[in-house]
């Protein structure tokens, strides 16, 4: 199991720039992929960004490319999510998870998410 703690949501502006971090803990080493994906009120969750745990291969919504960028620290097991340009639109919760499985896309280990809130 890994477990995985969010921090760095917040309130911001519209065009302000927010920075998340995920620290994983416990079976790191077993770790394919980050994610982070977000959940807005009354609408099902969707992928944000992702990145290699191991190489620097990183992949993001159309929604975010361009204004979100996904990078880690493996020294520190941390991965973040540097968001600026921010839109009302992005305001959600922000999870972030980790894939031990070898199924693509199927992520097995979740935080437990961290508020984003962009005001006009």
């Known amino acids: 199991q890994v477990q995985l703690v969010e921090s760095g949501g917040g309130l911001v502006q519209a065009g302000g720039s927010l920075r998340l971090s995920c620290a994983a803990s416990g079976r790191t080493n077993s770790i394919y992929t980050m994610g982070w994906f977000r959940q807005a009120p009354g609408k099902e969750r969707e992928f944000v960004a992702a990145?290699?745990?191991?190489?620097?291969?990183?992949s993001y919504a159309d929604s975010v490319r361009g204004r979100f960028t996904c990078a880690r620290d493996n020294a520190k097991n941390t991965v973040y999510l540097q968001m600026n340009s921010l839109k009302p639109e992005d305001t959600a919760v922000y999870y972030c998870a980790a894939r031990t499985s070898t199924i693509a896309g199927r992520y097995d280990n979740w935080g437990q998410g961290t508020q984003v809130t962009v005001s006009s």
């Open positions: 990145i290699r745990w191991s190489e620097d291969s990183t």
